[in-house]
């Protein structure tokens, strides 16, 4: 895992990876880089969240109209929901979902 986060790294110069440490959770680490952002807004996906086609157009329209933050929906691949688990985690983000705005994946925020 280290090397291919090095090779992304190398892929992509925009992209930096972290190490936040002493981290135990997700919220630990999102506030472990805070400091480091740059630019007018950024993207925090989950590593096994895939972005919509489309989704940063849609999010950046939402942040141009003067919102701060655009959480997006996420969808479960059916191909994965195969059990009764599965079915029922898809149930719920397609539940909670509604209340978001369907057009991006994840969340975006206005660093300015």
Not at 66 to 93: C, I, M, P, S
Request: include cysteine; proline fraction near 4%; aromatic fraction near 12%.
């Amino acid at each position: 895992m280290e090397q291919e986060i090095r090779d992304l790294e190398q892929c992509y110069p925009n992209f930096q990876a972290v190490r936040v440490q002493g981290s135990t959770s997700k919220s630990d680490n999102v506030n472990g880089v805070l400091h480091k952002l740059k630019g007018e807004f950024v993207g925090i996906f989950d590593s096994d969240h895939v972005p919509m086609p489309g989704s940063f157009e849609c999010a950046w329209r939402n942040l141009e109209q003067g919102f701060h933050y655009v959480q997006g929906r996420t969808k479960v691949n059916h191909r994965f929901a195969d059990d009764w688990l599965g079915r029922g985690v898809a149930a719920e983000f397609e539940v909670s979902g509604t209340w978001h705005d369907p057009c991006t994946a994840c969340s975006y925020w206005r660093v300015t």
